[in-house]
Every structure is written in structure tokens, then in C-alpha cells.
């Protein structure tokens, strides 16, 4: 149903962890996402914990899906010293390309306990279907 964009991800993840890198706008970090199939729809859950709704944007162009994140600091008065901070910050994205059997124009979106889920409906025209038979006891003669 879907393929994926960029095979360096995963090098991209332990880069940023070995050299503790957030992302950016211009190189956002990747987000960790299941991808299934539930009866009739698609379904697309997306890590995001910490991630305020109003900071999610989804994009669809064609049959590419772009989910961009970002994960900003918490205010914090004068008098506090951070001891330890190893929740990454910043920018995270991903991009996927949807298979043309999915519909794109009704796609729902939940965001909930630092997951957001994205349900597409599998298109009518990808559904199984019944093809009838025609008659064929009509019998034609060749004269010549």
C-alpha cells in the first residue's frame, strides 16, 4: 500500500543519537510510525509523544502523504537548572507514497496520547467486485 521515501533513515536516526542533533526545517528527524490494514481502510499511526496538536501539519500531494512535527522546549523559569534533557527537540518528518488504490481525498486524522493516527479508505475501485458473465447462447452461422 505504501512505499518508503528515504533508505538512509535509519542512518540518519543513529547519527543524531551518536552526535546528539535535532532536527531542523531544512533536516528534520524521522518519526517512528506503524503502517496497517483494517478492514477497509489503511491505518497510519505516527510517535509523537510531547508533540502539541497545533504544532502537527498534513499534507497530501498526489499520492504523497508529508507529516511534519515539531517538538519545542518547555518554558522554564530562571531558578532551573537542567541536569539530564535526552528527549529529542526540533523537527521531525515523513514522507510516504500512498498506492493509487487508496483515497486521499477522505482521509481522517486523531491525535491522541502523543499518537496520531491517520485512517485512509481503501478506494472503491480497489475493492473486489463481481463480474457478470454474458450469454452466449446465440448462435451465429458464417455463410459464404
Known amino acids: 500500500m505504501l512505499m518508503r521515501t528515504d533508505p538512509f533513515r535509519e542512518l ?3 547519527t543524531q543519537q551518536l552526535l ?12 517512528p510510525m506503524d ?6 481502510e489503511y491505518v497510519i499511526a505516527f ?10 501539519d498534513i499534507d497530501v500531494e498526489r499520492n504523497m ?8 522546549p518547555v518554558a522554564k523559569a530562571d531558578d532551573v537548572q537542567l541536569e ?4 529529542p527537540l526540533g523537527v521531525f518528518s515523513r514522507q510516504l507514497v500512498l498506492a493509487d488504490t487508496l483515497d486521499t481525498e477522505h482521509i481522517k486524522a486523531d491525535y491522541e496520547a502523543g499518537v496520531l493516527t491517520l485512517r485512509i479508505p481503501i478506494a472503491e475501485r480497489a475493492k473486489p ?7 452466449g447462447s446465440e448462435r451465429k452461422e458464417i455463410s459464404g
Open 47 to 56: 510517535d509523537l509523544p510531547g508533540v502539541a496538536k497545533d504544532a502537527i
Open 35 to 40: 503502517a496497517y490494514r483494517e478492514g477497509e
Open 65 to 72: 502523504l508529508t507529516v511534519k512535527a515539531e517538538r519545542r
Open 129 to 135: 467486485r463481481k463480474v457478470a458473465i454474458g450469454g
Open 84 to 87: 539530564l534533557s535526552e528527549r
Open 20 to 31: 546528539g542533533t535535532t532536527g531542523t526545517w531544512s533536516r528534520p528527524s524521522p518519526m
Open 12 to 14: 540518519d536516526r543513529l
